[in-house]
């Protein structure tokens, strides 16, 4: 790989709930949540395996009941792959954020917090800085969600973008809950408005189903979008595992 070369970063994702991995369709684990395995450390080594550069990992029960049940674990993946994992679900805290720096987690996706408590999220990104902290975009119909993808919020996702940006934000995960899990194609279309009317880094979440719309993720680099998170397409094998990564970090799709 050429290192000077752009190419799109693609990030499996584990998702944990009750100690599983887990996929949580549209947000509603209550509803739409399928089992992909009793053991995500295993799931992590597995996906270090196929040559992956980065996990995201997102804890559900953290993101909806504050609990940290499922630490232990986050820790144990953080010790057992070389690569940086990421992380999202339930951060209420500048203590629960400096538990997780300590397990070894190298970013923490943020989004109630930066809602709903202002002084203190600025207090974290005053502590931690642009390239620990991120903010993660849940949208629904434009509009922002918060609390583990079940609050609405009544506040334009681009609105709040920017209003991050202006403070010092320099990268969002984007998704659209309504593509989220259900292999329904991807929405560039939101992960791109917040590239440009930012100037931040994104990475996508949600809908990608197969090379060629990682192909139209790609045409996307130079505006900011630089990444892609991508779970139910790899548990499901639509993709070739090693190849994935080669094509991507080749810049060749076709």
């Avoid at 002084?119 to 931690?128: A, D, I």
């Avoid at 119909?141 to 334009?156: C, H």
């Avoid at 998704?175 to 989220?180: E, L, Q």
């Amino acid at each position: 790989m050429n290192p000077l070369k752009k190419y799109l970063l693609v990030i499996p994702s584990i998702d944990i709930k009750d100690g599983k991995t887990v996929r949580v369709v549209q947000g509603i684990p209550e509803l739409n949540c399928k089992e992909y395995g009793n053991d995500p450390v295993e799931m992590a080594m597995i996906w270090r395996a196929e040559n992956a550069k980065m996990l995201h990992v997102v804890d559900f029960d953290g993101a909806i009941e504050h609990s940290h049940k499922n630490f232990p674990i986050i820790e144990k993946i953080c010790s057992s792959v070389i690569i940086p994992v990421e992380f999202a679900g339930g951060v209420r805290s500048i203590e629960d954020a400096d538990i997780l720096f300590e397990m070894g987690i190298c970013r923490i996706a943020i989004s109630t917090m930066a809602h709903e408590n202002r002084q203190l999220f600025n207090k974290l990104f005053e502590k931690h800085g642009p390239n620990k902290i991120v903010i993660s975009l849940d949208i629904i119909d434009e509009e922002l969600i918060t609390r583990g993808r079940q609050n609405k919020t009544g506040i334009n996702y681009l609105t709040f973008a920017k209003e991050m940006a202006e403070m010092g934000i320099e990268r969002f995960v984007v998704t659209d809950i309504k593509r989220n899990g259900v292999l329904g194609g991807p929405n560039i279309q939101y992960s791109l408005s917040v590239a440009q009317a930012t100037r931040a880094k994104v990475t996508h979440s949600g809908g990608v189903r197969n090379k060629d719309e990682l192909l139209d993720l790609q045409n996307y680099l130079n505006e900011g979008i630089d990444s892609v998170i991508i779970g139910r397409a790899l548990y499901e094998n639509r993709f070739p595992c090693q190849k994935i990564w080669r094509i991507a970090e080749s810049g060749i799709f076709n």
